[in-house]
């Protein structure tokens, strides 16, 4: 079975500072993909990033940049000098490449950050 | 170019009753996926189509939910006999093959 697991229920910053959003995943797939989505207030998800499993480069856009390690089953996410708009629930995700379970995501719980001016 | 909406927005119907939401894809996305929100559980996958077939059903909680989807583009999910436990935001989203899902802003139920 597959599992998500982010350990950092809220997380609570100062505008500018410097925040990592944890994750951790367990699956039995050889290749499968990564996500992160983001639920601001308004609630619907947005999604931020894909990653495929056999690509551990990482990845930088803008403020936002992502950390994949498989050795570590970790896919983590760090937002450089966070905004007040930042604030939302984050959510990492995580699908099988085939199989029968092949469109499914499994979500984490979430992690809320909050970022006050 | 619009994206996945979903109707209604919010749902309130009394305990026992059937009722049935919505969800219009993004245009020419062939997949459809239907997740459920709710404080104690988090977000669950109910139901994934491919084109009209729905080749993984094993979120649905129980007979007396279920869902179908025609023409390719429009799904119905229904939910019969309403029970307070049913009462979460449904989420809708879309995806061409086995691309990103994109997501709609839900119908928030809420079963009295």
């Known amino acids: 079975a597959q599992k998500v697991t982010q350990a950092q229920t809220e997380i609570s910053v100062v505008e500018k500072e410097d925040v990592t959003l944890d994750c951790v995943y367990e699956?039995?797939?050889?290749?499968?993909?990564l996500f992160w989505y983001k639920q601001p207030p308004s609630g619907e998800l947005v999604f931020l990033i894909r990653?495929?499993?056999?690509?551990?480069q990482n990845e930088i856009s803008g403020r936002y940049s992502w950390n994949f390690q498989k050795s570590t089953s970790s896919f983590n996410f760090t937002i450089t000098a966070s905004q007040v708009v930042d604030s939302a629930v984050y959510f990492c995700?995580?699908?099988?490449?085939?199989?029968?379970?092949?469109?499914?995501?499994?979500f984490g719980q979430g992690t809320i950050l909050t970022v006050h001016p | 170019g619009a994206g996945v909406s979903q109707s209604p927005s919010n749902k309130v119907t009394e305990k026992g009753k059937d009722v049935e939401l919505r969800c219009d894809p993004i245009?020419?996305?062939?997949?459809l996926y239907w997740y459920r929100q709710s404080l104690g559980q988090g977000l669950e996958f109910l139901i994934y189509?491919?084109?009209?077939?729905?080749?993984?059903k094993s979120g649905l909680p129980s007979d007396r939910f279920s869902a179908e989807r025609t023409g390719g583009s429009v799904s119905t999910l229904t939910i019969q006999r309403t029970q307070q436990e049913d009462s979460a935001v449904y989420l809708c989203?879309?995806?061409?093959?086995?691309?990103?899902?994109?997501f709609g802003p839900g119908t928030r139920l809420t079963v009295l």
């Open positions: 189509f491919q084109g009209n077939s729905a080749p993984d």
């Open positions: 995700a995580l699908r099988s490449a085939g199989g029968t379970s092949y469109g499914k995501l499994t």
């Open positions: 245009s020419g996305h062939t997949a």
């Open positions: 989203a879309s995806s061409t093959g086995a691309d990103t899902q994109y």
């Open positions: 990653r495929n499993s056999f690509d551990e």
């Open positions: 699956t039995r797939d050889t290749t499968y993909y």
